[in-house]
């Protein structure tokens, strides 16, 4: 093979690779502004969250502004995803199928508990809140936001999720937001220890939920080839959730985790 037919070889490898490697560092960018929300995330949370220079980021974030995918602040100086998303979802506006068959047993878990219970899925190596149920009893946990956006370990739904995995894929997804864990006091290793205690358990339990003083249990939801995308969970004040509580609480879980698989079967 002559030098000419060689270098073309290698254009035609390296130039689709780096194309991806380009979407995915964009993408990487939006999730972290995602979880920003209205708010929106200073340019230094980016470039310690995503792990990319700050040339990089810069490039990125110029070209998203001027398609309307990103804005900034002027007065926060803070980047935000942009008006253009939104109108983009529009072209989606049907629940998923997910959202139908969670919904009924979303109502019913909700009559039986009493407590918060929130519906979050998967999207890449993050959790996205996507329905909140506020229950009876008076005093009531109001730690997640529909649409709040998390890296997959922080809580006890993102642990879950990754309980459900093959451990490789969940060592990998934990050892890519390594830097992003920081930002809510934990990190690698302790993570991995709530992941594996949430296998031994059939569930995922954080003693000390995202706001002090509280308890969360989390069961995961998975597709019909077997993937987990979504957890159910429950939070609740600490006493509302003693041992034999916590058991009862988790088998209402299970059992309505298990009837929204079959309806996505169905």
Same mark, same amino acid.
């Given at each position: 093979m002559d030098k000419t037919t060689s270098a073309?070889?290698?254009?035609r490898?390296?130039?689709p690779r780096q194309g991806a490697q380009a979407i995915r560092r964009a993408l990487a960018v939006l999730r972290i502004l995602a979880a920003g929300r209205e708010d929106g995330v200073l340019l230094a949370e980016v470039l310690r969250a995503t792990g990319l220079t700050r040339p990089t980021v810069h490039r990125i974030?110029?070209?998203? /502004? *001027?398609?309307g995918i990103v804005e900034r602040h002027d007065r926060t100086g803070r980047y935000a995803i942009g008006n253009q998303v939104p109108e983009l979802a529009l072209a989606r506006p049907r629940p998923s199928r997910l959202l139908i068959a969670a919904n009924p047993s979303l109502q019913r878990a909700s009559a039986e508990i009493g407590d918060?219970?929130?519906l979050t899925v998967r999207t890449g190596n993050d959790t996205l809140c996507v329905d909140r149920r506020i229950g009876v009893y008076p005093i009531q946990v109001l730690s /997640? *936001?529909?649409?709040?956006?998390?890296?997959?370990g922080v809580s006890s739904a993102g642990v879950a999720i990754?309980?459900?995995?093959p451990a490789q894929d969940a060592r990998k997804i934990v050892a890519a937001n390594e830097k992003r864990l920081e930002a809510y006091r934990t990190d690698v290793a302790t993570v991995l220890g709530q992941v594996t205690a949430a296998r031994r358990l059939g569930y995922g339990m954080r003693e000390i939920g995202l706001v002090q003083g509280t308890k969360s249990i989390s069961t995961w939801i998975k597709t019909p080839d077997g993937r987990p995308a979504a957890a159910m969970t429950v939070?609740?004040?600490r006493t509302r959730?003693?041992?034999?509580?916590?058991q009862e609480v988790a088998e209402i879980l299970l059992r309505e985790a298990r009837i929204i698989e079959q309806a996505i079967r169905g």
């Amino acid at each position: 093979m002559d030098k000419t037919t060689s270098a073309k070889s290698t254009r035609r490898i390296t130039g689709p690779r780096q194309g991806a490697q380009a979407i995915r560092r964009a993408l990487a960018v939006l999730r972290i502004l995602a979880a920003g929300r209205e708010d929106g995330v200073l340019l230094a949370e980016v470039l310690r969250a995503t792990g990319l220079t700050r040339p990089t980021v810069h490039r990125i974030v110029h070209v998203l /502004i *001027e398609e309307g995918i990103v804005e900034r602040h002027d007065r926060t100086g803070r980047y935000a995803i942009g008006n253009q998303v939104p109108e983009l979802a529009l072209a989606r506006p049907r629940p998923s199928r997910l959202l139908i068959a969670a919904n009924p047993s979303l109502q019913r878990a909700s009559a039986e508990i009493g407590d918060t219970l929130f519906l979050t899925v998967r999207t890449g190596n993050d959790t996205l809140c996507v329905d909140r149920r506020i229950g009876v009893y008076p005093i009531q946990v109001l730690s /997640i *936001e529909v649409g709040a956006r998390r890296p997959l370990g922080v809580s006890s739904a993102g642990v879950a999720i990754l309980a459900a995995m093959p451990a490789q894929d969940a060592r990998k997804i934990v050892a890519a937001n390594e830097k992003r864990l920081e930002a809510y006091r934990t990190d690698v290793a302790t993570v991995l220890g709530q992941v594996t205690a949430a296998r031994r358990l059939g569930y995922g339990m954080r003693e000390i939920g995202l706001v002090q003083g509280t308890k969360s249990i989390s069961t995961w939801i998975k597709t019909p080839d077997g993937r987990p995308a979504a957890a159910m969970t429950v939070s609740a004040v600490r006493t509302r959730l003693g041992p034999r509580r916590e058991q009862e609480v988790a088998e209402i879980l299970l059992r309505e985790a298990r009837i929204i698989e079959q309806a996505i079967r169905g």
